[in-house]
């Protein structure tokens, strides 16, 4: 079955870096759009970061942008978001999620001083 | 920019049936695929229905989604509501102009 599981997150600074991964399992990884979407405590759902099937296109919701850039490696069946610059209002839960049926179970980001 | 709009909460009783609108802002909502996720509390977000009105295996058919041009909404429906069905409800699609995905706000939704 479709298994993802993301990884990487932590505790970090402000003005830091953090790369999330999210290795997939169970489905051909390569035929598939990946994105990666947040959960700032208490919050809704946020749509962060998109990468089409063979990572050709990219795209990246506005408070990210510049900041974070989505990646993959099919050869790995691995999803990445390089986040940089790190704000506190990045504090959140990110998850990937194969394009649209299926969810990781997260990992925590937190960014405090 | 494109937006979803959801009611903030619902609740309905045991049995029932209950319906959850999302709202789009602007064109039209018929142009790209609408998408619903559940989210129990403490957990991570699992789809219920995709493509309008497609359920994932193992989603039971008293979820369904519809699309309606007219409101420029679309419904997620749940039947014989049971309380395991208690959690809160997303809506999600694209918007074309700007080229990103959009989620609505959530629906809690409580069953009682």
């Known amino acids: 079955q479709v298994q993802l599981v993301e990884s990487g997150g932590g505790v970090v600074q402000p003005g830091r870096s953090l790369r999330l991964s999210c290795a997939a399992s169970g489905f051909m990884f390569r035929g598939y759009a990946m994105h990666w979407v947040r959960q700032a405590p208490g919050k809704g759902l946020e749509w962060v970061a998109a990468?089409?099937?063979?990572?050709?296109?990219?795209y990246h919701a506005d408070p990210v942008k510049g900041r974070f850039t989505i990646s993959r490696d099919n050869s790995r069946n691995m999803l990445y978001l390089q986040m940089n610059s790190l704000k506190i209002e990045d504090t959140a839960v990110y998850y990937c999620?194969?394009?649209?049926?299926?969810w990781g179970q997260g990992t925590l980001v937190t960014v405090s001083s | 920019n494109f937006m979803l709009t959801q009611p903030h909460s619902v609740s309905e009783s045991p049995g029932k049936t209950v319906t959850i609108s999302c709202t789009g802002s602007s064109g039209s909502i018929a142009s790209n695929d609408v998408h619903w996720s559940q989210q129990r509390p403490g957990s991570a977000p699992t789809t219920v229905i995709y493509d309008n009105y497609e359920r994932p295996s193992g989603v039971p058919d008293r979820f369904s989604g519809s699309i309606d041009s007219s409101s420029n909404s679309a419904s997620l429906t749940i039947s014989g509501l049971r309380t395991e069905d208690e959690a809160d409800y997303y809506c999600q699609s694209f918007d074309s102009l700007n080229h990103l995905w959009v989620f609505g706000g959530g629906t809690k939704l409580t069953v009682l």
């Open positions: 999620a194969r394009a649209w049926t299926d």
């Open positions: 990468i089409i099937y063979d990572g050709s296109n990219k």
